[in-house]
């Protein structure tokens, strides 16, 4: 009912940025909290940023001031900027939405595919 597709993720190096994408499809009555997760090897997933659908955003202490997280509710489409990368950052990351598929239920979460950042020189 709902998809969730991630862009943006690759190779860059120590200090570099990238920006992540995550677009939302289906059946959106409303999209209420967006948010990125990561991955890294051998470690649970851990949450990276959330926004709310007004914009209000929170941050693992680890990302504080080098990543920012924003949505563009009229596309249904929330991003990932990333600067001053460091090789920790290494992980699959992760969208994730809670979605209204109608006003007669409540928010269901959904899961993008994750999009691999890799940290590198």
């Known amino acids: 009912q709902v998809q969730l597709i991630e862009s943006g993720g690759g190779l860059v190096q120590p200090g570099g940025s990238l920006r992540l994408s995550c677009a939302a499809s289906?059946?959106?009555?409303?999209?209420?909290?967006m948010g990125w997760y990561r991955q890294a090897p051998g470690k649970q997933r851990e949450l990276v940023a959330t926004i709310t659908r007004g914009g209000s955003t929170n941050y693992v202490d680890s990302v504080k001031g080098r990543f920012t997280i924003s949505r563009n509710n009229a596309e249904n489409t929330v991003y990932l900027q990333m600067n001053s990368l460091k090789p920790e950052d290494t992980a699959v990351y992760y969208c994730?939405?809670?979605?209204?598929?109608?006003?007669?239920?409540?928010?269901?979460?959904?899961w993008g595919q994750g999009t691999q950042v890799t940290v590198s020189s």
């Open positions: 994730n939405a809670g979605v209204r598929t109608s006003y007669l239920v409540p928010d269901t979460d959904y």
């Open positions: 289906g059946r959106l009555y409303v999209i209420n909290n």
